[in-house]
């Protein structure tokens, strides 16, 4: 364990070997800013996210790890992530949470998956938080349709054309929203079956090629088709993974279609489609905020008709575009404190599952993980340990032990988790 035992210790030792270090499942999803990886599968060079949404680099990845002691860490949003005992987060405390609000500096510190499970409630309260992340930071892209209008069309939209259908009370609202976005609206009709307009949008002239068949015309239609979305309402990657903007805009077209807004200001989106739902979660929480989703059975008068899951979050900007809508999205800051943190709900113990973990090269140390996007602590070596200690002041002397002299040259000091590596070049020390 890195930690000392109780007491006042000036020496201590840490015995590891390679491979040594604090892992997570294999399994657990890892997003990356071309779409989704897992821990098993990233290697050095790979890039991940630290908890600002910045892209970072895989600068050093250990071989599996078996039969070590597991935890199921539940947070208060219903995510959970499979974690070793010795697996490091990056947690503010009731105690550090408290100094914040009387004007003191709140201290998040790094502690393990064990230390965490032994102080999980202070009295009642939940005592360790995690920070949400901030938005995803990407460039912006070249998109088929533009984000808001792809929004609306597919809370709104016929699913096999590039029609919208839209209740009396607001189609002249969304129709002028719309055409503000760029996009052409074709003249709306009555739908016979329901108080309700219809309209297509981005209608071109229809195109034949040298052989006079029919071929794409840069219509809105022929981009939903390109797309592979036509009768397969889903949002994809070049959608998730464009900037916050155009991700905002997007879920601005959805929430102005299929979302709702409390006075308390909590939002919520429900779909009935489970692959565009689980998109639509994952635009959201790549934009920092703190959602969660759950499922239940779709309902008219009463009789069962399928299933629908809910998003549901209190937004911190604004994701209406409607105006009686975007009225209700409040700026409390009183809530800021609970939105922008994950409450550790529970530390389960289950049976060990093959781990690894990673260093990357973020300054926080920290990366995402888990379709939740939670942040969590990269390996801490005993390189960058021995950093520590020494920068602090805690130790002038200290002992590095090895097999051999090369095993302390070769890993312990120029290797890919060596204290050269781990020290950033203004704090580099001179190996004689």
Not at 112 to 117: G, H
Request: aromatic share 6%; hydrophobic share 40%; with cysteine.
């Amino acid at each position: 364990d890195q930690l000392p035992p109780a007491g006042e210790w000036r020496t201590w030792l840490i015995l590891a070997g390679r491979g040594w270090g604090k892992a997570l499942a294999l399994d657990t999803p890892i997003p990356t800013p071309t779409g989704w990886s897992t821990m098993g599968a990233l290697r050095v060079g790979d890039e991940v996210f630290d908890e600002n949404g910045t892209p970072t680099r895989v600068t050093f990845a250990t071989e599996v790890q078996h039969e070590r002691e597991c935890f199921a860490v539940r947070f208060d949003d219903g995510s959970t992530i499979i974690a070793d005992a010795d697996h490091r987060w990056l947690t503010s405390d009731r105690a550090a949470r408290r100094a914040k609000t009387r004007g003191g500096a709140a201290r998040p510190m790094v502690r393990t998956t064990r230390e965490i499970a032994a102080t999980l409630f202070c009295g009642k309260e939940r005592n360790h938080a995690v920070t949400v992340t901030a938005p995803l930071a990407l460039s912006t892209a070249v998109l088929p349709v533009e984000p808001y209008t792809f929004g609306v069309w597919l809370g709104d939209g016929d699913s096999k054309s590039a029609t919208i259908t839209q209740g009396m009370s607001d189609a002249d609202e969304l129709r002028a929203l719309l055409m503000a976005d760029g996009t052409h609206c074709g003249a709306a009709k009555k739908d016979p079956k329901s108080a309700a307009c219809r309209w297509t949008i981005g209608t071109r002239p229809y195109a034949r090629d040298e052989r006079g068949r029919m071929s794409g015309n840069g219509s809105i239609h022929s981009a939903l088709r390109a797309l592979g979305v036509l009768s397969n309402k889903h949002i994809p990657m070049a959608y998730k993974r464009a900037s916050a903007e155009q991700r905002i805009a997007l879920l601005q077209g959805l929430m102005d279609t299929d979302g709702h807004i409390e006075r308390n200001g909590n939002a919520e989106l429900t779909l009935t489609h489970k692959p565009l739902a689980f998109d639509a979660f994952e635009i959201v929480v790549s934009l920092g905020f703190k959602a969660t989703i759950s499922e239940s059975a779709a309902k008219i008068d009463g009789r069962e008709v399928g299933r629908r899951w809910r998003i549901s979050w209190t937004p911190r900007r604004q994701v209406f575009r409607f105006q009686r809508k975007a009225e209700r999205v409040r700026n409390d800051r009183a809530q800021m404190g609970r939105t922008a943190q994950r409450f550790i709900a529970s530390v389960t113990p289950v049976p060990s599952v093959p781990v690894r973990c990673i260093t990357v090269d973020a300054p926080s140390h920290l990366f995402l993980a888990g379709h939740s996007m939670i942040p969590t602590h990269n390996s801490r070596t005993g390189a960058e340990w021995v950093r520590a200690v020494v920068a602090s002041g805690a130790a002038r002397r200290v002992a590095l032990v090895a097999r051999t002299a090369a095993d302390v040259r070769d890993v312990l000091i120029e290797g890919e988790s060596g204290i050269l590596a781990c020290c950033p070049a203004h704090e580099r020390p001179v190996w004689e």
